[in-house]
Nanobody, 126 residues
Framework: QVQLVESGGGLVQAGGSLRLSCAASGRTFSTYVMGWFRQAPGKEREFVARINWSGGTTYYADSVKGRFTISRDNAKNTVYLQMNSLKPEDTALYYC???????????????????WGQGTQVPVSS
């Protein structure tokens, strides 16, 4: 399994931007599908975005489409989540996750992700 460490979280005002990073250990990072998930206070964890091994295919939750962008740099073993036009309802603990997956990433579920980071807090003030 790969070890994941998120960073970049912090308090931001509504309408602002933030970029999260997730650094992965190991030499096989480029073989993993990477994803971002979030969990708001009192709610279940939900999917945000995912990206295939090459970065050529991405998939987003409807709630963030057009505002968030997932990307990866395989040379740096890092995946990013650029968040623009943030809203108070984006407030959550954001997790990075990795999955061994060979099919289309559209059909993936949270259960396909076997490695998880500890999360980074993103509070959005109104």
């Amino acid at each position: 399994q790969v070890q994941l460490v998120e960073s970049g979280g912090g308090l931001v005002q509504a309408g602002g931007s933030l970029r999260l990073s997730c650094a992965a250990s190991g030499r096989t990072f480029s073989t993993y599908v990477m994803g971002w998930f979030r969990q708001a206070p009192g709610k279940e964890r939900e999917f945000v975005a995912r990206i295939n091994w090459s970065g050529g295919t991405t998939y987003y939750a409807d709630s963030v489409k057009g505002r968030f962008t997932i990307s990866r740099d395989n040379a740096k073993n890092t995946v990013y989540l650029q968040m623009n036009s943030l809203k108070p309802e984006d407030t959550a603990l954001y997790y990075c996750a990795a999955a061994r997956w060979s099919g289309t990433i559209v059909r993936m579920t949270e259960n396909n992700f076997g490695s998880w980071g500890q999360g980074t807090q993103v509070p959005v003030s109104s």
